[in-house]
């Protein structure tokens, strides 16, 4: 096998077999389906005014897809810089006085310590159980619209999905690699992002 890119050298690894669709693409369903997080932020952006989350999610999608297609330090660097980067903002969203500036040490920090791939997962994971908490107390409130409850629970429960998704190709990856589920974690998550950002 060829590596068009060169070595493999990030610190999370995928279940999907390398280049054996085109030749420059190392993980090629892992690589095409970054593209929903690219739709989703064009339709955050232009459906919903979220401009500055509609970038960063199309940023994620751009970063997802030279992380998959290179499996390059550059490219996890990219994706999950974009990841952090568009919590936050979901965070923001919420926390309204919350300042741009607490971008710079996550930012700072990440970097520092990018080749430790469970310092990202800490950060990334207590992001979403914050904004997951969130929702559920939106759910909960009864002077929120019916919209916003039922964007709230499709969040909820199209982020579980990709997460269950996301363990399935960690942890079985040798039993069920033909099903692609990293795949399956960028549609559920795509589909979760709009929605939550949609509702927060």
Same mark, same amino acid.
């Given at each position: 096998?060829?590596?068009?890119? #060169?070595?493999?050298?990030?610190?999370?690894?995928?279940?999907?077999?390398? !280049? =054996?669709?085109?030749?420059?693409?190392?993980?090629?369903? +892992?690589?095409?389906?970054?593209?929903?997080?690219?739709?989703?932020?064009?339709?955050?952006?232009?459906?919903?005014?979220?401009?500055?989350? #509609?970038?960063?999610?199309?940023?994620?999608?751009? #970063?997802?897809?030279?992380?998959?297609? $290179?499996?390059?330090?550059?490219?996890?660097?990219?994706?999950?810089?974009?990841?952090?980067? $568009?919590?936050?903002?979901?965070?923001?969203?919420?926390?309204? +006085?919350?300042? +741009?500036?607490?971008?710079?040490?996550?930012?700072? *920090? !990440?970097? !520092?310590?990018? /080749?430790?791939?469970? !310092?990202?997962?800490?950060?990334? =994971?207590?992001?979403?159980?914050?904004?997951?908490?969130?929702?559920?107390? =939106?759910?909960?409130?009864?002077?929120? =619209?019916?919209?916003?409850?039922?964007?709230?629970?499709?969040?909820?429960? *199209?982020?579980?999905?990709?997460?269950?998704?996301?363990? $399935?190709?960690?942890?079985?990856?040798?039993?069920?690699?033909?099903?692609?589920?990293?795949?399956?974690?960028?549609?559920?998550? /795509?589909?979760?992002? *709009?929605?939550?950002?949609?509702? *927060?």
């Amino acid at each position: 096998m060829t590596e068009f890119w #060169g070595h493999e050298d990030i610190s999370i690894h995928f279940c999907e077999d390398k !280049y =054996t669709h085109i030749f420059w693409i190392a993980e090629y369903y +892992n690589t095409i389906s970054c593209g929903f997080y690219i739709l989703s932020g064009i339709m955050l952006w232009k459906l919903q005014r979220e401009k500055t989350i #509609g970038i960063s999610l199309i940023c994620v999608g751009l #970063g997802s897809m030279v992380l998959h297609g $290179t499996l390059r330090y550059y490219g996890q660097w990219m994706d999950e810089v974009a990841m952090l980067i $568009t919590s936050f903002f979901g965070i923001r969203k919420i926390k309204k +006085n919350l300042s +741009n500036i607490y971008l710079v040490p996550i930012i700072a *920090f !990440y970097s !520092y310590f990018q /080749s430790f791939f469970p !310092y990202f997962l800490i950060i990334f =994971t207590g992001a979403q159980i914050f904004l997951g908490y969130k929702s559920i107390k =939106t759910i909960k409130n009864k002077k929120v =619209t019916l919209k916003k409850k039922i964007m709230s629970i499709m969040y909820i429960q *199209f982020f579980l999905m990709g997460t269950i998704c996301w363990l $399935t190709d960690q942890f079985y990856c040798h039993e069920l690699k033909d099903y692609h589920f990293h795949a399956w974690w960028h549609l559920f998550t /795509s589909i979760a992002a *709009f929605c939550g950002f949609s509702s *927060f």
